[in-house]
C-alpha cells in the first residue's frame, strides 16, 4: 500500500473544523485540545492562537490566555479581534493602561468593535476616569440600548458622579 503525504496545512484544517464544531457543541476540553494540537503543526497559526487564547481567558486563565493573545497581535497586527481579545485579557488581569492601548489599536482598525468598544469603558472605569466611561458606555448603548452591563455600568458612573437621577433614569429605561 502506497504511503501518501499529509499536508501539515490540511491536518491543521481538519483541526480547526473539529474545534468550531466542539465550540459550537459547547465542549472546551475538544475546543482545547484541537487548538494546542493544531498550533504544535503550526505555531503562527493565528486562528487556533486567537481561539485557545480567547477561551483561556473567558474562562479565568487569564494569564495562560495573554501569550497566546499577545502572539495574536504580533503575527497579525491588524486583525482586530486579537487586539480586542488580547485588551480584554489585559483588563482582567488588571493591566488598566496596557488594556486601554491594546483597545485602542482594535478600535482603530474597526470602529465598530462591540466589544472592544464596551471594553474601552470598563477601562476607563477600573482607572477611575468616570466622566470617559461614562462617554464610552453612552457610545455602547447608542448601538445596542439594551446592553445590560454597560447600562448598569451607567448607572454606577452615574451615581460616581453624584448624579443619582440619570442613574436611577437609566435604570429604569433598562427594564422598561
Known sequence: MPHLPIEIDDVV????????????AGNVGITRRACRAALALKPDNVDS????????AQTGSSLEGLPLLRRVTHLAPHHADGQANTGSALLASQKIEAALCT?????SLQPDHDG???????AHQHSEDIERA??????????HPQHVE?????????????????????LRKQIG
Open 13 to 24: 484544517r481538519r483541526l480547526r473544523i473539529e474545534s468550531a464544531n466542539a465550540r459550537r
Open 49 to 56: 492562537a486567537l481561539e485557545l487564547g480567547t477561551l483561556d
Open 103 to 107: 483597545i485602542r489599536r482594535a478600535l
Open 116 to 122: 472592544a468598544r464596551y471594553n474601552e469603558a470598563l
Open 134 to 143: 461614562e462617554r464610552a458606555y453612552r457610545r455602547v448603548l447608542a448601538t
Open 150 to 170: 454597560a447600562s448598569r455600568n451607567l448607572a454606577v458612573c452615574f451615581h460616581s458622579l453624584s448624579r443619582v437621577d440619570s442613574a436611577v433614569q437609566t
